[in-house]
């Protein structure tokens, strides 16, 4: 069985998901996914900060807890199959990657709800704690890198210069074929970069 690891990249009630397998040094794109995070894909439920910020407080709380219930089930439902999918051609995901946003900490909901800044960031922050549960749910280590240093931390954990790297991952895309978005593109350097871990 040949080990893999996964990449995500979040975006409002969905994920980009990538799996890359080794060598480190020639890496190759084994699957590509999208990951419904929310049941009623609408901006009810993909923006669910903006959702709950016109609600009274109580309401909120109860929105956003059943909206992360939904997201966490959904996240682990979605990556039980693809591991099961890509055991099937004998891989093992053994290793997640999980872009993140800057990392701020985000205060209690009464503060988030008054500052479209954090509303923005709530969101995010939501469906990405949603694929780091289901990484733990199903016990693959989980690594968060900052989308903004993706390429400096690449270049530097696998020996090649951004350019390179953007070369790289252009030529992962024809395997598979189009659409090979930025999405995808950043998720599967992510996934790149775990292997080496």
């Given at each position: 069985?040949?080990?893999?690891?996964?990449?995500?990249r979040v975006h409002s009630g969905w994920a980009a998901a990538v799996v890359v397998c080794g060598p480190?040094?020639?890496?190759?794109?084994?699957?590509?996914?999208?990951?419904?995070?929310?049941?009623?894909?609408?901006?009810?439920?993909?923006?669910?900060?903006?959702?709950?910020?016109?609600?009274?407080?109580?309401?909120?709380?109860?929105?956003?807890?059943?909206?992360?219930?939904?997201?966490?089930?959904?996240?682990?439902?979605?990556?039980?199959?693809?591991?099961?999918?890509?055991?099937?051609?004998?891989?093992?995901?053994?290793?997640?990657?999980?872009?993140?946003?800057?990392?701020?900490?985000?205060?209690?909901?009464?503060?988030?709800?008054?500052?479209?800044?954090?509303?923005?960031?709530?969101?995010?922050?939501?469906?990405?704690?949603?694929?780091?549960?289901?990484?733990?749910?199903?016990?693959?280590?989980?690594?968060?890198?900052?989308?903004?240093?993706?390429?400096?931390?690449?270049?530097?954990?696998?020996?090649?210069?951004?350019?390179?790297?953007?070369?790289?991952?252009?030529?992962?895309?024809?395997?598979?074929?189009?659409?090979?978005?930025?999405?995808?593109?950043?998720?599967?350097?992510?996934?790149w970069l775990s292997l080496t871990r």
């Amino acid at each position: 069985m040949q080990i893999a690891a996964i990449g995500f990249r979040v975006h409002s009630g969905w994920a980009a998901a990538v799996v890359v397998c080794g060598p480190v040094d020639a890496p190759a794109l084994v699957d590509r996914k999208k990951f419904q995070l929310v049941k009623t894909f609408s901006y009810t439920f993909r923006q669910p900060y903006h959702t709950a910020e016109k609600m009274p407080l109580h309401d909120a709380i109860k929105f956003i807890r059943r909206v992360q219930s939904v997201a966490r089930q959904l996240t682990v439902a979605s990556l039980r199959s693809l591991q099961k999918e890509i055991a099937q051609g004998d891989f093992k995901i053994a290793r997640a990657a999980l872009l993140l946003a800057s990392g701020r900490p985000l205060p209690e909901l009464e503060k988030i709800l008054v500052s479209h800044a954090l509303i923005h960031t709530a969101d995010g922050e939501l469906f990405r704690q949603a694929l780091r549960t289901a990484c733990t749910h199903c016990k693959l280590p989980v690594e968060g890198i900052r989308e903004k240093e993706l390429f400096a931390t690449a270049a530097k954990g696998l020996g090649r210069s951004p350019a390179a790297l953007q070369r790289q991952i252009a030529i992962f895309g024809k395997s598979l074929g189009p659409p090979w978005t930025q999405d995808e593109k950043f998720a599967a350097l992510a996934a790149w970069l775990s292997l080496t871990r």
